[in-house]
């Protein structure tokens, strides 16, 4: 007979919480909880073709296993609170490129829309300003196009200076 009992009890246990569950699933609407990944937009100054800077820092970033390449200036020099970078998504590229520029604490700084294959953006507006010799991060994302997957990516380090 007890052992009838425990078998009961067990029984009602899992009815219970099978219909928690149930209304759990219910009251959260089907999901899960997920955060919600909201695509970067495209850049709105963005220009088809290839650029023609006189800063003799712009240059190729393309590393041996990267998947895309990109032309920027190294030397970033902020002025009136942007900084004539240059960022370039190479024609022939197959993915969708981002620059992040941020603090040595990892704070974002500036940051480009999202560009196609074969556009640039010449100035690059910062949010905040850094301090002039302050080290910054260059973060350039590759996306993959539609799906918003990452295709890799490749920081690079500098420090800032503040014009006139």
Known sequence: MKQNKSI????VVCLV????????????????????FIPPEFDSAAV???????????????????????????????????ADLYFTNDEGNEVWLKLRIMDEYGNILAETGLLKPGE??????????????????????AY???TYYSAGAVTLNTTVQIGG
């Open 48 to 82: 088809t073709g290839t650029p023609e800077p006189e800063d003799d820092s712009w240059s190729q970033i393309n590393q041996d296993g990267m998947g895309f390449s990109a032309h920027i200036c190294g030397s970033v020099v902020i002025e009136n609170g942007a």
């Open 8 to 11: 009961y009890i067990a029984a």
């Open 120 to 141: 640039y953006v010449q100035s690059v507006l910062f949010d905040i300003l850094p301090d002039d010799g302050s080290s910054i991060s260059m973060k350039i994302m």
């Open 144 to 146: 993959e196009p539609d």
């Open 17 to 36: 919480a099978i219909i928690v569950m149930v209304a759990a699933l219910v009251n959260s609407g089907g999901e899960t909880e997920q955060s919600s």
